[in-house]
C-alpha cells in the first residue's frame, strides 16, 4: 500500500495563477482532510471531507476550493494564488469520522510569488 | 474560541525523560492525540487517549486528563533520533477534525 499520496510535491506559482493540489489514498479511508502548515503555526485545517460526497470547512478555508471526486481522491483548487498561501500543504486521511489515526501524505511545498 | 497550548522549545540530553505538556480549550472532546514530524516530513501518529489516563507505547507514554483539560506526552530514554516537533491535537466533535496545537521542538544532545 502507498497510503497517502501527493502531487506535485513542490509548485511555484505566480500571483493570480491557479492549480489543483492532488491527494490519494489507498487504505478505503473515509474521511479526507487539507492541512496547511507554516512556521510556528502548526497545521490548520482548510477543509475536510467526511465521506465520499460531503465536504465541509475547517479554519482558514477562505481562497481555496475543495472536490472529494471519489472514495480515494480529494483534491484541493487554488484559484487565484496570493504570496499568503505560500504554505507546505499536507493531505491526511482517517478510516473513520472520530477514529483515532491520522495519516499524513508527504506534503506538497507552495510558493506564490 | 478553541485553543491548544504547549511549549514551543525543550531541550534534553540522550538518556533522559522529557514531559511536554499541552493544555486546551475546546467546545467539545472526543480525544487527544500526540503527532511526531520531523524536519520536512509528514506528521506520524504516536498515541490517543479517550479516557483519563495512562497509555504506554514503548518508550512513549501519553497521558490525559479530562477534569483538568490536561495531556502531556512523556518519553523516556531519549534518543537523536527523538529530535523532532511534537504535536497535541484535540478532536473536538466526532466526525470532524483535529484542532492541532502550534507543536514542541525537542531538541536532544549527546
Known amino acids: 500500500n502507498a497510503g497517502v499520496t501527493q502531487t506535485p510535491k513542490f509548485q511555484v506559482l505566480k500571483t493570480g495563477q491557479s492549480m489543483t493540489l492532488q491527494c490519494a489514498q489507498d487504505m478505503n479511508h473515509n474521511s479526507m482532510y487539507w492541512y496547511r502548515q507554516d512556521p510556528g503555526m502548526g497545521l490548520r485545517l482548510i477543509y475536510y471531507?467526511?465521506?465520499?460526497?460531503?465536504?465541509d470547512k475547517g479554519e482558514v478555508p477562505n481562497g481555496y476550493n475543495v472536490s472529494r471526486l471519489n472514495k480515494r481522491e480529494f483534491s484541493l483548487r487554488l484559484e487565484s494564488a496570493a504570496p499568503s498561501q505560500t504554505s507546505v500543504y499536507f493531505c491526511?486521511?482517517?478510516?473513520?469520522?472520530?477514529?483515532?489515526?491520522?495519516?499524513f501524505g508527504p506534503g506538497t511545498r507552495l510558493t506564490v510569488l | 474560541g478553541q485553543s491548544l497550548e504547549q511549549p514551543s522549545e525543550v531541550t534534553a540530553v540522550e538518556g533522559a525523560i522529557v514531559q511536554i505538556n499541552c493544555t486546551y480549550q475546546t467546545s467539545g472532546f472526543y480525544g487527544l492525540s500526540w503527532y511526531q514530524q520531523h524536519d520536512g516530513g509528514a506528521p506520524t501518529f504516536l498515541s490517543y487517549?479517550?479516557?483519563?489516563g495512562l497509555e504506554e507505547t514503548g518508550r512513549f507514554s501519553s497521558f490525559l486528563s479530562r477534569s483538568d483539560s490536561y495531556g502531556y506526552l512523556l518519553l523516556q530514554e531519549l534518543q537523536m533520533k527523538d529530535s523532532a516537533s511534537y504535536f497535541c491535537?484535540?478532536?473536538?466533535?466526532?466526525?470532524?477534525?483535529?484542532?492541532f496545537g502550534k507543536g514542541t521542538t525537542l531538541s536532544v544532545s549527546s
Open positions: 491526511a486521511s482517517i478510516e473513520a469520522s472520530g477514529g483515532n489515526e491520522q495519516f
Open positions: 487517549n479517550a479516557l483519563d
Open positions: 491535537a484535540v478532536a473536538n466533535q466526532a466526525g470532524t477534525a483535529l484542532i
Open positions: 471531507s467526511a465521506s465520499e460526497g460531503t465536504t
